[in-house]
Nanobody, 126 residues
Framework: QVQLVEYGGGLVQAGGSLRLSCAAS????????MGWFRQAPGKEREFVAA????????HLADSVKDRFTISRDYVKNIMYLQMNSLTPDVPAVYYC???????????????????WGQGTQVTVSS
């Protein structure tokens, strides 16, 4: 199985930046797409960004596309989420996800990802 570990969460002031990292290990050759999702308490997990693992094509949710950037280092098996101009929303846990069983290079749907990290907390203070 592919293992995913997120790094880089924490507390940041409104308007600040954070960079999340997701390190993948295991049979990563089976991965077609990777993505970031976030989940606030009592809410459903929502799509933030996705990247085609091989080609590098990126997709971002409308709510973040002007502020966030997703990228990956294919050789090191690491995916990044650069978050700028953060707003003091409800704290959320950010999850890294990897998918391959559908052979789709992009998805914004939770159910199309096969592997998930443990999540990293992001809190933005006002």
């Amino acid at each position: 199985q592919v293992q995913l570990v997120e790094y880089g969460g924490g507390l940041v002031q409104a308007g600040g930046s954070l960079r999340l990292s997701c390190a993948a290990s295991g049979p990563t050759l089976s991965v077609y797409a990777m993505g970031w999702f976030r989940q606030a308490p009592g809410k459903e997990r929502e799509f933030v960004a996705a990247i085609s693992w091989i080609g590098g094509t990126t997709h971002l949710a409308d709510s973040v596309k002007d502020r966030f950037t997703i990228s990956r280092d294919y050789v090191k098996n690491i995916m990044y989420l650069q978050m700028n101009s953060l707003t003091p929303d409800v704290p959320a846990v950010y999850y890294c996800a990897a998918g391959g069983s559908t052979r789709r290079e992009y998805s914004s749907h939770v159910y199309e990802y096969d592997y998930w990290g443990q999540g990293t907390q992001v809190t933005v203070s006002s």
